[in-house]
């Protein structure tokens, strides 16, 4: 079946190939979900204003997943502050036609971004890509199925005993109680999956980009709420997406 979503706030296809993205891992907008202890294998295209869903399950009566899907996808989100912000800022107001209209695109589960969270440490951009498509395709982001032995051999190495113990853990003990989950991981979790723009990490990019785009040496983390406001972390986000080595 299919089902539409109004979408007008977004440009949907220039937001899928930007990058800024963890719901989709695949070359086309496609993917399967476990929601409800269910599997639903969705398609997505722009269609003017609308956003079309083509399903292979029923979603007349899954109010859920749909209102997870428009969360994920950052339909509702009005950035319009965040835009202001972006046209007065000395950097990205040179990229003010690749942010407005476009979104960050949230993993379709927390256990989905927590284990996206491990693979990316000490990884590139394009090897954690490869490995999440891995991971995806083979486990679906099901818990139940991150033992060990169904990791071993897709090339994770150290982080394999951290997958496991995440899918143990996950939903009983505090993030950062969780092995391998530290408080820089919890960070990139707060912006990318809870969507809370005021959540700000500090790495080697970060602090690059502050240092030579904007002037700035010490004091990262107030210099931020100076610069954006509640909004640093989606300000982080693209800055890291428009300096990253690709």
Request: proline share 2%.
């Amino acid at each position: 079946m299919i089902v539409k979503l109004n979408a007008k706030r977004i440009d949907f296809m220039k937001t899928f190939k930007s990058g800024l993205f963890y719901f989709f891992y695949e070359e086309t907008p496609r993917r399967k979900v476990l929601f409800d202890r269910k599997t639903a294998e969705l398609s997505f295209r722009e269609n003017e204003k609308c956003l079309e869903i083509e399903s292979s399950r029923d979603l007349s009566n899954e109010k859920g997943l749909l209102e997870r899907i428009r969360f994920c996808l950052g339909l509702d989100e009005n950035l319009k502050e965040f835009h202001e912000i972006c046209r007065d800022d000395p950097v990205l107001k040179d990229y003010i036609d690749r942010i407005e209209t476009t979104r960050i695109f949230s993993a379709f589960s927390d256990f989905e971004a927590l284990v996206g969270a491990i693979i990316s440490q000490n990884n590139s951009y394009k090897n954690y890509r490869r490995k999440m498509l891995e991971v995806y395709l083979k486990l679906n982001f099901d818990p139940k199925k991150f033992t060990e032995s169904n990791l071993e051999g897709m090339g994770l190495g150290y982080k394999v005993p951290f997958l496991a113990t995440l899918a143990k853990d996950f939903g009983k003990k505090d993030l950062q109680a969780i092995r391998g989950i530290g408080p820089y991981s919890v960070q990139l979790y707060e912006i990318f999956q809870k969507r809370n723009y005021s959540a700000f990490y500090i790495d080697c990019l970060t602090e690059k980009i502050m240092r030579q785009r904007y002037g700035i040496n010490k004091d990262f983390e107030e210099e931020s709420w100076r610069l954006w406001g509640k909004w640093r972390g989606l300000a982080e986000a693209y800055l890291q997406r428009f300096f990253e080595k690709k």
